[in-house]
Structures are given as C-alpha cells and as structure tokens.
C-alpha cells in the first residue's frame, strides 16, 4: 500500500514538472514570486493551476503557445497552487485554473475574463498592456513626464569599439540617443531617459553614445544634432529608424511599448470549417468573417484577393482583440440568417460581438478601404449594431477545408441511347 501511494504521490510530481518544462512559461514558487511579479515593471498573466485538474491539463497547450507569442512583451507563469497552497489563498483562488493578470498596479491583480486558447489568451494580455499605455498618456500612469524616478546604470554606455556587437549583433529591441555632453536639451532628457530605460528594462534597451567623442558611429548614422535617438529594431537591425515621440518618460515608454506591440504576429485569417474554428473567433472581443462567392462563381485569383484584404486587415489591426475568419455563401445558413447577410450579394462581410450578442454590418463596398474604414469607424464607437436574431450565437456546420483551386463543375454522366429502338412507336394515323 506504501508503494502504491509513493508511486501516485511521484506521478503527481513529475505531471506537475512536465506540465511547462522546457517552455516560455515561467514557473513561479513563493521564493520568487515577489522578485519576479510583484517588484517587476512588466505585465504578467499567472495561472494558479493544480497538477491533477483536468481543465488545467487541457489549458497547458494553448498557455505554452501563448507564452511563446508573447515573449517580450507580456510574462507568462503558472504556479502550481496545490504544492503552494499559501500563494494560491493570498490571491483568493479557490478553484482551478485560475489567472491573474498583475498589471500597473501589481498589489490589485485582476481576474483575467478570456477565452482559454492561444490567440484569447494573447488578445487578452495586449488588451492590459494597451490600457497601461492609454492610462500614461492620459496622466495617469507611474511614469508621466515627470514622475517616478530610474537608475541611470540602466542606460547602456555605448561605444565606437562596443556599438556593433552589443546594438547590431543583438536580437533586441534598442532605442539610442547620441548625444554631446555640452548640449542643453541632452542634460533635459537625461533623467527621464533613465526612467524609461529602467521602466522598460528587459523588454527594450536603451543607450546612450557621445557623439563628440565616438563620431565614427555618429556618423554613420547620420547624426547632425543632440540629442539624436534612433530606433533599431528587435532582429534584424537595418540602418536605424529616427525616433519620433515625445521628450519625456512617459512619451519614451509608450512609444517603445507601441513598437512591441507592432512585433506581434498578425492572427491568422481561418476557414470556419467547424464549431471549433467558429468558437475560436468568437472567443475574441470581436470576430470578423467574410461570406465568399462560391468557387464557380469567383475562381481560386478572385477568392484569394478576397483573402489577401483580410490578410492585410488582420496585420494592420493586429494589436485589436479580432479574430478573422471567412466562409463560402450560403454554406452557413443559419449564420447567414442570424446577421442578416440573406443568402446573396457576395462577398458580404460582417463583425460579431458574443459578448454582446450583437453584429455591425459592412454597407460600403468589400474593397480595402472599404473595410478599413468600416472598421475604424467601428473601433471608435460611430458603427451601428444590430442584435443577433435569436438572441444567441448561431450553430454551424462543418466544412470541407477549400484545397486552394478553382472549382469544377461536376460530370454528368453519358446517357446511352443504343438500346432505345424508335421503330416501336406507335404510328399515329391522320385524321
């Protein structure tokens, strides 16, 4: 019997270490909690899990995707709240899987209210990541243009001899001011440089070279005035882009949080195929689907332009809590009868709220600019909505997933007229 529960009581362990080992999730313990979260100035997402919990086994997969897109710009950790009970009971959590977002205020954590697949998880975290940036440029963040304070150990001195391997052969984000140390409007900037440097630090680096002395570097930027700042992207670096945000912490802050943002890969433009693809689209804020002429109607070239502007759409939009998803006409009838698209006039294109229950129809043309200012005028509130008929998401059906070519018709078959003899007739007699 001792051997049994020995045997269980491993099993336990080693499910609870293969759960995210070898991942982006960061597993969290009570001796590193605070270090990590609470002291940190990035957003985390925690899930509270417990080895055991089945829901918590199926969320394992889409929280390791999610962690993965999301490397830096959001944390993701999980704690295992059954060994750890005393963290789990300090955030109130009394079932599993339960997720925290710890945000600009890491004492007040919130309970995140998303879908549980990769791309929920993902819009939820830009969704917190987007008010932090909105709150600092209202004035109402921790590091406005005059508050907080930084470290200047957080600023990277940068050199003739170091530039190269430390800005160009990084992976990093870098932002680079080149300054003189006579010039007024560098000594300005200098404190809230070493604010933003120690608020973004780990997500994007920020340096400083004096141009006076390292003019070799200097010049092949181009640089002709202090400060000068510029902009080398995470990967592959290029010549440097100019800076073009404000002067102060918080301008700095939310520029370089806005680039991070702009790293994020576009959501996937699907097929709704199933309830599985439909659920999730409709686990995001706002799901978007285009009905398509069928394929003998338009062609695979006509099809595929139809794809390319939602393909554009969901990069230009990237950063808004959308899924993208299109269908054949006709196919999802009771879809089609839920947002009122009517069973013709394809490509139809519509925007659907679940939380709302409610959907906004395209009434311009499906075109790019169609689209983009339907949905800008959507994003800002001036887009009519109607409810959904029935007041409930619709069902769909499944479907065949398109193969990428023109449609053929479909071969009749010969009719064989060697047997018919038209000799036995009857003759009709005139009258």
């Not at 080992?21 to 899990?49: A, C």
């Not at 097929?271 to 409709?282: D, H």
């Not at 089609?336 to 906004?360: H, M, N, Q, W």
């Not at 043309?365 to 005028?377: M, R």
Request: hydrophobic share 40%.
């Amino acid at each position: 019997m001792e051997l049994r529960s020995l045997l269980l009581l491993a099993g336990c362990f080693s499910g609870a270490f293969a759960m995210y080992s070898n991942s982006d999730v960061i597993e969290l313990t009570p001796s590193n909690f605070d270090s990590r979260v609470l002291n940190s100035k990035d957003v985390w997402l925690v899930e509270f899990y417990a080895p055991w919990c089945g829901h918590c086994r199926n969320l394992a997969p889409e929280w390791i995707k999610a962690a993965t897109a999301l490397k830096g710009v959001v944390k993701v950790a999980a704690v295992d709240a059954d060994a750890h009970k005393s963290l789990g009971g300090q955030y109130g959590v009394n079932g599993f899987p339960t997720i925290k977002v710890f945000g600009a205020n890491k004492q007040s954590p919130t309970d995140f209210q998303g879908g549980r697949t990769a791309s929920a998880i993902v819009d939820g975290a830009l969704s917190a990541v987007r008010k932090i940036v909105q709150d600092r440029l209202g004035g109402r963040g921790s590091s406005g243009g005059s508050g907080g304070s930084g470290d200047s150990k957080d600023v990277v001195e940068l050199t003739d001899s170091n530039f190269e391997e430390l800005v160009m052969n990084s992976n990093d984000m870098w932002l680079v001011e080149f300054f003189a140390p006579w010039c007024g409007h560098c000594k300005n900037l200098a404190p809230h440089w070493a604010r933003a440097a120690t608020e973004l630090k780990g997500r994007v680096k920020l340096g400083a070279l004096d141009a006076t002395v390292h003019q070799s570097t200097a010049g092949k930027y181009g640089v002709r005035g202090y400060p000068t700042i510029k902009f080398f992207a995470a990967g592959a670096k290029g010549d440097g882009a100019d800076y073009d945000g404000g002067r102060t912490s918080g301008d700095i802050i939310s520029w370089a949080e806005g680039k991070l943002l702009e790293n994020v890969e576009p959501p996937e433009v699907k097929q709704l195929v199933g309830e599985e693809s439909w659920k999730e689209c409709t686990d995001k804020q706002l799901c978007s689907i285009a009905f398509l002429p069928h394929i003998l109607d338009s062609g695979a070239a006509e099809r595929n332009k139809y794809i390319d502007i939602l393909k554009t759409m969901a990069e230009k939009y990237k950063t808004r809590p959308f899924g993208w998803m299109w269908t054949e006409g006709a196919l999802q009838t009771k879809l089609e009868e839920a947002v009122d698209v009517g069973g013709f006039g394809y490509p139809a294109f519509v925007t659907i709220s679940s939380r709302k229950l409610k959907y906004a129809p395209l009434r311009g043309s499906f075109s790019q600019t169609g689209v983009d200012e339907f949905l800008k005028a959507l994003t800002v509130g001036r887009g009519s909505t109607t409810s959904l008929r029935g007041a409930q998401l619709p069902s769909v059906v499944s479907a065949e997933a398109w193969d990428g070519k023109d449609g053929q018709l479909p071969v009749e078959d010969d009719i064989d007229l060697s047997d018919i003899s038209l000799d036995d007739e009857p003759v009709k007699e005139e009258l």
